[in-house]
């Protein structure tokens, strides 16, 4: 391991026969960062993690995982991460705890004492529920256990793929609760893929959108946040007709080029992700 | 590897269970009907009931099958026994598939555990099922023999036994390789394991075909059924050795290529 990135992607190529799957994928994720990857579906994003799990076998670029090739030292990469499919395969005649003492002892790791406790209490994980076959288990009591194995062993890297899909909202708290932690130890770095934007924009430190497999943008939210475009609308005390402009970046130039006409009111829209997010959206399926 | 084992044979328990006891139960069977066809002997009548082409192809070795040596033996190479032991094993060694098809492969190879690890896995287990099957099959001889009251100086001898329990776990072996490239090929179980599993059928009737069907003794060299000429082995003819290597070795090549391709797909 060395000092660089959490994650490198460099020019990441998936092609599945004539489709693609993701093209000239490049980005990095920096250690103790919490990255939000964002897309419609299909665009790329489970392509992406599973190529980081050597899962997949790139068409070419490379990824590396602290300093560790993804494909050419696969087990070592994979030594470093903890993953949360999108679809939580089970052993259906497994319970909770079972299942996650299995999951433990298939690479010899170890599960930081008291660590696996504190989770199963933060996702209100019972004794009972513990015990319970996970055939039995709810959609969002199996998605907890998901949440669970991918972070029990504290990994360096923890890849979650859409983590609070099906969870209530005091299971949702609890997960952001569980990242603020995991933010402020600084010892994991976490890559997320969420439709949940809200989420986003609690969670993350920096997001990446991906369209049609390719990176569209990528920034911090803030950055984004100023870097969008804000409906303004300006009323005057004269009663003239109010202007209403789509402004990006610092509202002065505009309030400057209206030579001192009396104004009554400025109303900015607050910038909201999911805006921001559907606009490239729509311009993709456009 | 010792937790996915174990959790492999916690999930095919139902298949091997239900195997070794038809296996078992078979052999018990088998037994008391040749000891009952012995004491009212009715051998005679067996003979005349074998059809025509198979006492033409099998010539004076068919005669053993109206035996109480031959009848108590043909509970290692009857069409049921045989396929059952290639059934279960190929239900194993097919579990790839099954973790592809399901994404359990997802969490497993998340881990570090690498990808041949998964292939050995099964592989491990079908052998174990298949010794499992054979030395049960063995024991239901004994405990039927007993149970029965058989004459035990006109079973098969322990040696042609053990010969012809060999034969059958190096087909079942064989055929698990071959599902094991199989399932190394498939993203679904089902695809996979109707695959082996007709093939093993095709096979199977190809070789017994064989014995009566002249244009079919051309190409029954590729079954594999071919190699476990059961009649021989209790006539003390066959080359046991030579069978048991050629079996083997379509093993390896086959889980050679098996974990050639599982190394280079994409999961």
Request: with cysteine; proline share 5%; net charge positive.
């Given at each position: ?7 490198a992607v460099?020019?990441?190529t998936?092609y599945?026969g004539?489709?693609?799957g993701?093209?000239?994928l ?5 250690r103790?960062?919490?990255?939000g990857?964002?897309?419609a579906?299909?665009?790329g994003?489970?392509?992406?993690m ?10 070419r670029?490379r990824?590396?995982?602290?300093g560790?090739d ?10 470093l991460?903890?993953y ?5 395969p ?25 660590y696996?406790d504190?989770?199963l209490?933060?996702f209100d994980?019972?004794?009972i529920?513990?015990?319970r076959r996970?055939?039995?288990q709810?959609?969002?009591m199996k998605?907890?256990i998901?949440?669970?194995?991918a ?5 360096p ?11 209530d909202?005091?299971?949702?708290q ?5 990242v603020?932690e ?5 010892e ?5 893929s ?6 986003v ?9 991906v369209?049609g497999g ?15 475009t804000r409906r ?6 004269d009663?003239s007709?109010p ?5 990006r ?6 309030l400057?080029s209206?030579?001192g006409?009396?104004i009554h009111?400025?109303a900015v829209?607050?910038?909201?992700l ?8 729509a311009?993709g399926a456009? | ?13 139902y ?14 069977v088998?037994?008391g009907?040749?000891t009952e066809i012995q004491r009212t002997?009715s ?13 033409r192809g ?6 053993l099958m109206a ?7 043909f509970?290692y190479?009857?069409p049921?026994v045989c396929l059952?032991?290639?059934l ?11 973790e ?10 998340a ?11 099964s592989l491990?287990l079908a052998?174990?099922?298949?010794a499992?099957a ?12 007993r ?5 035990v100086?006109?079973l098969?001898s322990?040696?042609?036994r ?9 087909i079942?072996s ?7 490239l199989?399932a190394?090929?498939?993203?679904r179980?089902t ?6 599993a ?11 075909l064989?014995i009566?069907?002249?244009?079919l003794?051309?190409?029954?060299w ?5 190699y ?7 006539a003390?003819e066959s ?5 048991i290597t050629t ?5 390896v090549?086959c889980?050679?290529?098996a974990?050639?391709f599982?190394?280079r797909?994409?999961?």
């Amino acid at each position: 391991m060395n000092g660089g990135p959490a994650i490198a992607v460099e020019g990441l190529t998936k092609y599945y026969g004539p489709v693609i799957g993701i093209e000239d994928l490049s980005f990095d994720v920096a250690r103790g960062e919490v990255y939000g990857f964002l897309g419609a579906n299909g665009a790329g994003k489970t392509t992406t993690m599973r190529l980081l799990l050597d899962l997949l076998r790139p068409s070419r670029g490379r990824a590396i995982v602290m300093g560790v090739d993804c494909h050419r030292d696969s087990l070592a990469a994979r030594r470093l991460i903890g993953y949360l499919p999108g679809d939580l395969p089970i052993y259906p005649d497994l319970g909770a705890r079972d299942y996650l003492s299995y999951l433990s002892r298939l690479d010899g790791r170890r599960v930081a004492p008291g660590y696996l406790d504190h989770l199963l209490r933060r996702f209100d994980v019972s004794a009972i529920d513990a015990r319970r076959r996970l055939r039995e288990q709810s959609h969002g009591m199996k998605q907890k256990i998901g949440i669970i194995q991918a972070l029990m062993l504290k990994p360096p890297v923890a890849i979650l793929d859409e983590p609070t899909a099906g969870l209530d909202p005091l299971m949702v708290q609890a997960f952001r609760e569980t990242v603020a932690e995991l933010k402020r130890a600084g010892e994991t770095t976490v890559f997320l893929s969420s439709h949940v934007l809200a989420e986003v924009e609690s969670t993350c430190d920096r997001i990446g959108l991906v369209r049609g497999g390719r990176l569209v943008t990528s920034g911090t939210i803030d950055d984004i946040r100023r870097d969008a475009t804000r409906r303004v609308t300006i009323t005057f005390a004269d009663g003239s007709p109010p202007i209403v402009r789509d402004v990006r970046g610092p509202l002065g130039p505009m309030l400057a080029s209206l030579d001192g006409r009396p104004i009554h009111d400025v109303a900015v829209e607050p910038f909201r992700l999911e805006d921001y997010v559907a606009q490239f959206y729509a311009d993709g399926a456009s | 590897m010792r937790a996915m084992l174990v959790r492999s044979a916690a999930q095919a328990r139902y298949a091997i269970v239900g195997a070794y006891f038809l296996l078992c139960g078979f052999q018990l069977v088998i037994v008391g009907q040749a000891t009952e066809i012995q004491r009212t002997q009715s051998f005679g009548r067996v003979a005349e009931l074998m059809p025509a082409f198979l006492q033409r192809g099998l010539g004076s070795r068919a005669m053993l099958m109206a035996t109480f040596r031959g009848t108590v033996a043909f509970g290692y190479f009857h069409p049921v026994v045989c396929l059952v032991v290639v059934l279960v094993a190929m239900y194993i060694a097919t579990e790839p598939a099954h973790e592809i098809e399901s994404g359990l492969v997802d969490l497993e190879l998340a881990r570090a555990v690498p990808r041949h690890r998964l292939l050995t896995r099964s592989l491990i287990l079908a052998e174990a099922a298949i010794a499992g099957a054979v030395v049960l099959m063995g024991i239901g001889t004994v405990i039927g023999a007993r149970l029965f009251g058989a004459p035990v100086a006109e079973l098969p001898s322990a040696t042609t036994r053990l010969h012809l329990l060999l034969n059958l776990a190096a087909i079942a072996s064989c055929f698990a390789a071959f599902a094991l490239l199989v399932a190394a090929l498939s993203r679904r179980w089902t695809t996979a394991f109707t695959t082996a599993a007709l093939a093993a059928v095709v096979l199977y009737l190809m070789d017994f075909l064989a014995i009566g069907w002249p244009l079919l003794r051309n190409i029954a060299w590729i079954s594999p059924f071919h190699y476990y000429p059961a009649l021989s082995v209790i006539a003390g003819e066959s080359a046991l050795a030579r069978d048991i290597t050629t079996l083997a070795a379509a093993s390896v090549v086959c889980a050679g290529a098996a974990y050639w391709f599982f190394a280079r797909r994409d999961l």
